[in-house]
């Protein structure tokens, strides 16, 4: 089953525009994590986020995390033809690693150039 | 950094025929492995998990005589799709992370395999 839940489903920017994608979730988390797909390729992990910390950020990447409304956001500045790729969140890994990811259903980023 | 791979990246066979998967932690080692199946546009849905050295946990829905998988090692998980038919056609993709060090690791995935049954 899916934890959480993507949106938009799609999203088509111009290159130097932000991308701002959206999850929620419906249970208790310790951590939640954002992934990216390459289309036909594995999944790459991005960032993680705590359940006790509400912004994060790397690079070009900021996540933010609302317990209260079990939700997440993953925004992407000033994006690239590069980040052309779906970006899933996943929630459920333990700290011993002995539990699964739940992942959403994904956004689809197109950067047009 | 932590790199799983997966073998093979691609896979076309006739109906009938099995095929094995094998997904492998190159610089760590791992107690615990995960098998997901993706379809076209769709996000991952796990398949099982693999446990080294007992039987792997399958999810509901997903038959284990079907989707045989063998966790023999500590770097080493395999999945074993019997007599395959075009239905089983999908992406998969194996993930893993190392079982010691930092409690907050990321899941390192393969670059999953893409299997094609005629």
């Known amino acids: 089953s899916q934890q959480g839940e993507e949106d938009p489903q799609a999203l088509s920017i111009q290159e130097g525009e932000n991308a701002t994608m959206n999850c929620s979730y419906k249970t208790s988390i310790n951590n939640l994590q954002w992934y990216r797909q390459n289309s036909g390729r594995g999944l790459v992990h991005l960032i993680l986020?705590?359940?006790?910390?509400r912004e994060k950020h790397s690079g070009r990447l900021r996540v933010t995390l609302d317990t209260s409304k079990k939700s997440s956001s993953l925004l992407i500045t000033a994006s690239r033809a590069a980040d052309t790729a779906s970006y899933f969140c996943?929630?459920?890994?333990?700290?011993?690693?002995?539990?699964?990811?739940?992942f959403g259903k994904g956004t689809r980023l197109s950067v047009i150039a | 950094g932590a790199v799983v791979s997966q073998h093979p990246s691609w896979v076309i066979c006739k109906s009938g025929t099995s095929v094995k998967i094998e997904c492998r932690s190159l610089?760590?080692?791992?107690?615990?492995m995960f098998w997901y199946r993706q379809f076209p546009k769709q996000s991952l849905m796990l398949m099982a998990t693999s446990n080294e050295g007992s039987k792997a946990t399958y999810e509901q829905g997903v038959e284990k005589d079907k989707f045989l998988i063998n966790h023999a090692s500590l770097t080493l998980s395999t999945l074993t799709v019997t007599s395959a038919h075009p239905e089983d056609s999908s992406f998969y993709i194996c993930s893993a992370r190392p079982s010691t060090g930092p409690h907050y690791q990321p899941q390192h995935f393969g670059d999953g395999t893409r299997l094609s049954i005629l």
């Open positions: 610089d760590f080692q791992a107690t615990t």
């Open positions: 996943a929630t459920g890994g333990s700290h011993s690693g002995n539990t699964p990811l739940v």
């Open positions: 986020i705590r359940s006790n910390e």
